[in-house]
């Protein structure tokens, strides 16, 4: 049986670290999601749109990700 596998839904997620724990020296992460990207952007175009988020942030950016949902059916 064959599967196909078709993505329906996307978030951009822009990782800021916004401190460092006291105790472990550790960077503290917060993420900022943004969810129903269009599933047909591309990843150039969601990554600019991360960029000029992460721009716009008060904390330095740690990473840009992004997150597809896929659905999978049978043939």
Do not use: F, W
């Amino acid at each position: 049986m064959a599967v196909n596998a078709v993505k329906y839904d996307s978030d951009l997620v822009v990782k800021v670290q916004t401190g460092t724990d006291p105790d472990t020296g550790e960077p503290i992460v917060r993420l900022r999601r943004y969810t129903r990207v269009k599933p047909e952007a591309t990843h150039e175009s969601v990554y600019a749109v991360g960029a000029a988020i992460a721009g716009l942030q008060v904390h330095p950016l740690v990473e840009i990700t992004r997150q597809d949902d896929l659905r999978l059916e049978t043939e």
